[in-house]
């Protein structure tokens, strides 16, 4: 895209990916920090082609005569290869990206909650910093995916859990430790003739529980705490969180995307200097990905190579210089 309006003259804007297993989140924000673009979609699988999906989503939603946006950040589990298709300024972990995102929104924060679709993270703060965190990527029990599974069994649409589980007066005990014994309870209580509310509340209550047992354990958890995550919009779960920790716990309109927002905040604050327009033409070019084994020492590095058409952009995975690549990349 050729601008016809000179950026000086246009609304600075930074942009922020995050691209986990699941769902890929995207946010553009102007100087002040303010959300003016948004998008949550499915990673299905494939997060180039998601990231793709973003961007293009996001340029629907802004008038790029008037918006410029100039750094790009990314976060989440694809978020090297994302940064290479993207040339992101910035490509950073999702704690520092929840944390950043998070202590803009809310200064005062000590603790974070966080439980994606696949995996789940506690992060505690002093003084506006992260100074402890702990992630669970071992088990899908309590996540997302594990919800939304329970919920097509029950044949209730995972959206309606939380509202349904606040009408229970009797929740059922559910054991959360593993997919496969949560199942196993789940279907021995429905067997047993508990009530569907008292179900779905003590699977709410399990995934709570779960938590605080197992990613929280041995964390100091201070209020104010904030949950964030796809699971953050289940008002039983925040319920659960609220009864186990007697505190209130925060859930922002965007907390399902604070990891973007916050990656959209590190690349606004990376240097002047780095700064370009970002073109929104990521469709225009084939990426893919391939992998070689570097035989040139014993350490036999397998390297991740990402290709912008036949041009190789970006590689990783070397722990020696033997194995750097010799890059093309192509400015703004």
Not at 270 to 289: G, L, N
Not at 323 to 329: P, V, Y
Request: aromatic share 6%; hydrophobic share 40%; net charge negative.
């Amino acid at each position: 895209m050729t601008d016809s309006t000179p950026s000086e003259k246009r609304r600075t804007a930074f942009l922020g990916i995050d691209t986990g297993s699941i769902s890929t989140k995207g946010v553009i924000i102007d100087e002040k920090g303010a959300i003016i673009a948004r998008t949550y979609l499915w990673t299905e699988g494939d997060p180039s082609r998601a990231a793709g999906r973003v961007v293009d989503d996001l340029a629907s939603q802004i008038d790029r005569d008037e918006v410029d946006v100039v750094a790009v950040g990314t976060t989440g589990s694809a978020r090297r290869l994302v940064g290479a298709m993207l040339d992101a300024q910035v490509v950073k972990n999702e704690i520092t990206a929840h944390a950043v995102g998070t202590t803009f929104l809310h200064p005062d924060v000590r603790t974070i909650l966080e439980i994606g679709g696949q995996d789940s993270k506690i992060i505690c703060v002093e003084d506006g910093v992260a100074v402890d965190y702990a992630m669970n990527t071992l088990c899908a029990a309590g996540t997302g995916s594990f919800l939304s599974s329970q919920a097509h069994r029950l044949g209730v649409e995972v959206e309606d859990f939380g509202p349904i589980a606040l009408t229970s007066e009797n929740p059922a005990n559910i054991a959360a430790r593993c997919t496969v014994f949560a199942e196993s309870d789940l279907v021995h209580k429905i067997q047993m003739g508990y009530a569907r509310e008292d179900v779905i509340a003590g699977l709410c209550k399990a995934v709570a529980v779960n938590y605080l047992n197992n990613v929280g354990k041995g964390k100091k958890i201070v209020s104010p705490v904030v949950f964030q995550g796809g699971v953050s919009k289940n008002v039983g779960v925040v319920h659960f969180f609220e009864e186990a920790l007697g505190c209130d716990v925060t859930v922002d309109e965007d907390g399902h995307l604070m990891g973007a927002f916050g990656a959209a905040l590190l690349a606004a604050a990376a240097p002047e200097s780095a700064r370009r327009s970002f073109e929104f033409d990521i469709d225009d070019f084939e990426f893919k990905t391939r992998e070689v084994v570097c035989g040139k020492c014993p350490n036999h590095c397998e390297i991740v190579c990402v290709y912008r058409d036949d041009d190789l952009i970006d590689s990783w995975g070397n722990r020696c210089d033997k194995g750097a690549l010799k890059t093309a990349r192509k400015r703004a």
